[in-house]
DNA sequence: TACTCTAGAGAACGGTCGTTCTCAGTTCAA
DNA sequence: TTGAACTGAGAACGACCGTTCTCTAGAGTA
């Protein structure tokens, strides 16, 4: 099997079951079984489980804000385009397997112990909101929406976690859409 | 030492550290250390450490509720008492080893793991959404405003966790005056 | 075929942690 | 004073887990 074969069926594995399951609960052993490959190898790849966990996060970042930019970008018009993240939340917490936000839960786990986790959560946020930033400013609208859409967004993802519903992104949509109507006006 | 004195200071222990630095990382021997309880009575009070964790969370839940209506009773216009709630959370951020909602966190850690645990957070985010449901009824106000509200409150408490800054309070409480205002119009 | 190298399976190691047990000291009733 | 019951300190136990090691089988090569 290829180098790079074995380090994406890792990542895949690592993935769902960190995901899942929250990253202490998760055996090395397990990732292994899961991922069809030797423990061998895999700390070869992956030298500590640290790594493995920061390649995990890594990874994810890109492809969840990668998603929402696919999404946004399915719209032309600058409001509908900032809903849009609303939207994208919608269909994501509706998606098997759900459970919060990696990052949030990440962080509330080993936010405290691992520097480097919490370095994660932080960029991961900061991304985010940057990337509200600039949608905001294509709308014409004043910055410090951005920071309010954003706190609307991560409420949803808390609360839709906790308690296994897509309504609260819909309920952040309709608020985002009275502040953005507020800021315009 | 009376037990009831005993049970009170592994609660304070386990509290402080179970908060700071999650739940899985605090072992029950430091727990012993930092209480002055001995293990054979702390495994009295509490026969395993998953009820020692039920009862922190639920100790943690009425005390913190109950910091939040003491707050916001000192004020008697409805509107005010609603905005309270953010003024609130910005004192409790800017306190000194604030870590972020000891819920969403616990529910990031153990939420997968422990159905008592995933139970405690809904309960806890639950509570504090009717009472803001309440504060909204108060003020004459559409009853729809308090899921926004508790929004912007859980996406406040989430960054201000990871940044480490009270800064979210003050951006939740303006977009609250806000959707409060186009409530009312 | 015989040799070498690689890689996988899983046993083994060392440390941690939840929980229980031992033992010595203390209290207190008779 | 004696003995029974209790208590605290911490050792011990058993399970788990991250990480390393061993052993064996197979592939490639001369």
Redesign the interface.
């Known amino acids: 099997m290829d180098s790079a074969v074995a380090r994406e069926r890792v990542l895949d594995a690592a993935g769902t079951l960190f995901y ?3 990253i ?2 998760v055996g090395m052993d397990e990732i292994r079984t899961a991922s069809g490959v030797s423990l061998k190898r895999l700390y070869a790849l992956f030298p500590a489980k640290d790594q493995l966990v920061e390649a995990y996060l890594e990874r994810r970042d890109t492809a969840w804000r990668g998603r929402l930019a696919q999404h946004v970008e399915q719209r032309a018009d600058p409001t509908e385009r900032i809903l849009a993240v609303f939207d994208h939340l919608h269909r994501w917490f509706g998606e098997p397997g759900f ?2 936000c990696a ?11 691992s520097a480097r986790v ?1 370095a994660q ?2 960029a991961h ?1 900061s991304a985010f909101r940057e990337y509200l930033g600039t949608l905001v400013a294509d709308a014409g609208l004043p910055e ?1 929406l951005a ?2 859409l ?10 839709a ?3 296994h519903t897509g309504e ?1 992104a819909l ?2 949509r ?2 985002a859409a ?2 953005v ?2 800021a315009r006006s």
């Open positions: 899942g399951r929250g202490q609960s459970r919060g990052w949030i839960n990440a962080y509330g786990e080993l936010g405290a112990s919490a959560a932080r946020k410090r920071g309010q954003a706190l609307l967004a991560e409420g949803a993802m808390v609360t976690g906790i308690f609260p309920q952040a309709e608020a009275e502040l109507a507020a």
